[in-house]
């Protein structure tokens, strides 16, 4: 049967792994929202310029302004 000061010991060692496997896991959620993050910008940046492609060409023309004579 395992002493106390073993059990505390194996206790102690179980809690260290368990705190670094938490940092990882920060680290990666971290790194998560980041890349979330900028992806909903890639995306914005995207619809953006779709959005200004449609409404010049519903404009008709080839990208140049009418002159008048």
Request: proline letters at 0%; glycine letters at 8%; a positive charge.
């Amino acid at each position: 049967m395992a002493t106390v000061t073993e059990r505390l010991d194996k206790h102690d060692k179980q809690m260290a792994l368990h705190d670094k496997q938490i940092a990882v896991i920060r680290d990666l959620l971290k790194a998560g929202i980041k890349l979330v993050n900028s992806l909903a910008a890639s995306q914005k940046r995207t619809a953006d310029n779709l959005e200004a492609l449609t409404a010049n060409m519903r404009g008709g023309g080839n990208g140049h302004t009418k002159r008048k004579i």
